[in-house]
């Protein structure tokens, strides 16, 4: 359907012709078109969604339809390019645009200039009502909002514990390394009840003892989706926290109220994940570039007084003092080793925190340390069957002991003439005398 006529085509005027002659079909299609165009160049459309398909061009082609009638729609790429609603079957949309005509079939259709779910304008003239009065009740004053602490070690996660939200957050934490503890505070975080039950957890989160931060979110979607993040008890409910939050609701374009009410906005679960983390880490490069900054103090100094001593030993050779020049040399030699040992030390805490951290991440995540002792029982009982009696003799050969003693025999001179040994075999044992083994 890109091959519409363009506006100076069908806008030109149809020559005038007489009663008895008849229009070709152009001609008349034009006038339909010419008329249609001008008489319905703005109109708006509620309907429901059917067929939609998106051509490999780009455009959107679907049937507009409610119980009584229907008509075909078309929308350019450009047009949902900049759309924030995105298309679907089954939808309910309010459609923007004018009506034409397809020549080639002599089709009328709408040509959607804009649109948007039914109940979208509605939702969005109640977020900025209710944005606008808590604003002006100074809800959102950047003077309330806190810092959040930059070594949080105790976080708390309002949301759905089933999410991909949650799923992303800890696998970011994972791989940098915090070392901390997570409490998730199940909520629903869509539909009916949603907002209720994430200040319900809100309340709840604030109970635990040490929390340093309180995150609060899940991932994107649509307005309707997103809207419990926009009820006034929720806004009211992150305001009021005694503990820090974060608002992270995974849409980076829109606010929601929570948004304007927390003590940070991030963008999505992830980028609140790196926030939390990244304090952790900006202590470690600080520790790593204070022991190279301490290390080259020390080196500097040991530079420093080794030229010292250098000048002191020109000195003291003119007059020949060789004992206090030993003893200074000596006193020089235990400077320079506590200087070593200092930086030593100094360097090796750091290392043995780092280690620490480390061990009680992976003391929380015990899964590949069972694995480990698992496959090292194994590999002991395949050893000790290996190596037992009955493997032994599995293999041809055979355990000789003395019948009336039971003394195990390691020796041929042992078997003597008229001596009864039992020869075990790995099907059972047979008796025999010293002569029949000679």
């Given at each position: 359907?890109?091959d519409f006529f363009?506006d ?16 070709t079909v152009?001609e008349?299609?034009a006038?339909i078109?010419?008329?249609l ?8 459309l509620r ?5 939609l398909?998106?051509?490999?061009s780009?455009h959107?082609?679907f049937?507009l ?6 008509i075909?729609a ?9 759309a924030?609603?995105?298309l679907?079957?089954g939808m309910?949309?309010?459609?923007h ?12 259709q709408?040509v959607?200039?804009s649109f948007?779910e ?5 939702l969005l003239a109640?977020y900025?009502?209710?944005r ?5 009740e100074?809800?959102?004053d ?8 930059r070594l949080?070690r105790?976080?708390a996660?309002?949301t759905?514990?089933t999410g991909?939200a949650?799923r ?6 994972r791989?940098?390394?915090w070392?901390?503890t997570?409490?998730v ?8 009840g949603?907002?209720?039950e994430i200040v319900r957890?809100?309340?709840?989160a604030e109970?635990?003892?040490?929390l340093?931060v309180i995150?609060?979110?899940?991932g994107?979607?649509?307005i309707e ?5 926009n009820?006034?008890?929720v806004?009211r ?8 939050v ?7 374009i829109d606010?929601?109220l929570s948004d304007?009410a927390?003590?940070?906005r991030a963008?999505t ?10 304090g952790r880490?900006?202590a470690?490069?600080?520790a790593r ?5 301490l290390e080259g ?8 007084f ?5 000048m002191l030993e020109?000195?003291l ?5 060789h004992a206090?020049?030993a003893?200074?040399r000596?006193?020089a030699?235990a400077?320079?080793r506590?200087?070593?040992s200092a930086?030593?030390a100094?360097s090796a805490?750091?290392?043995?925190r ?6 009680r991440l992976e003391r929380?995540?015990?899964?590949a340390r069972?694995?480990?002792?698992k496959?090292r ?6 050893r ?8 032994t003799?599995k293999r041809?050969f055979?355990?000789?002991r003395d019948?009336?003693t ?18 075990r075999?790995?099907d ?7 002569r029949?083994?000679q």
């Amino acid at each position: 359907m890109s091959d519409f006529f363009d506006d100076a085509d069908f806008a030109a005027a149809v020559p005038a012709r007489s009663r008895e002659e008849p229009l070709t079909v152009s001609e008349l299609t034009a006038r339909i078109r010419a008329r249609l165009e001008t008489e319905f160049a703005d109109v708006r459309l509620r309907g429901e969604v059917s067929g939609l398909r998106v051509q490999s061009s780009g455009h959107a082609y679907f049937t507009l339809k409610d119980a009584g009638a229907q008509i075909s729609a078309v929308v350019w790429r450009a047009t949902l390019a900049r759309a924030k609603t995105r298309l679907r079957d089954g939808m309910q949309l309010v459609a923007h645009g004018k009506i034409s005509v397809y020549p080639p079939r002599g089709n009328y259709q709408l040509v959607v200039t804009s649109f948007s779910e039914e109940g979208e304008g509605r939702l969005l003239a109640e977020y900025e009502a209710l944005r606008r009065r808590l604003e002006e009740e100074g809800l959102f004053d950047k003077a309330r909002k806190r810092e959040i602490p930059r070594l949080a070690r105790t976080v708390a996660f309002v949301t759905s514990p089933t999410g991909a939200a949650i799923r992303d957050f800890i696998s970011i934490m994972r791989r940098r390394d915090w070392a901390g503890t997570l409490y998730v505070v199940p909520a629903k975080v869509q539909g009916a009840g949603a907002a209720e039950e994430i200040v319900r957890g809100i309340r709840l989160a604030e109970k635990i003892r040490g929390l340093d931060v309180i995150v609060v979110g899940r991932g994107g979607g649509s307005i309707e989706d997103l809207w419990c993040f926009n009820e006034e008890i929720v806004a009211r409910a992150v305001r009021a926290s005694r503990v820090p939050v974060i608002s992270a609701v995974g849409h980076e374009i829109d606010f929601t109220l929570s948004d304007f009410a927390a003590d940070l906005r991030a963008e999505t679960p992830s980028a609140a994940a790196e926030h939390i983390s990244s304090g952790r880490l900006d202590a470690v490069e600080r520790a790593r570039d204070a022991a190279e900054r301490l290390e080259g103090v020390a080196v500097s100094a040991l530079e420093d007084f080794s030229q010292r001593l250098d000048m002191l030993e020109m000195r003291l050779e003119r007059r020949s003092p060789h004992a206090y020049l030993a003893l200074m040399r000596e006193r020089a030699d235990a400077l320079g080793r506590r200087f070593a040992s200092a930086a030593d030390a100094v360097s090796a805490g750091l290392r043995d925190r780092l280690e620490k951290a480390r061990f009680r991440l992976e003391r929380n995540f015990p899964g590949a340390r069972v694995e480990l002792a698992k496959m090292r029982l194994g590999q002991l009982a395949a050893r000790l069957s290996a190596s037992g009696l009955d493997a032994t003799l599995k293999r041809g050969f055979a355990v000789a002991r003395d019948a009336a003693t039971g003394e195990y025999l390691d020796s041929a001179r042992a078997v003597t003439l008229g001596r009864e040994v039992v020869l075990r075999f790995r099907d059972g044992e047979t008796r025999v005398e010293g002569r029949d083994l000679q």
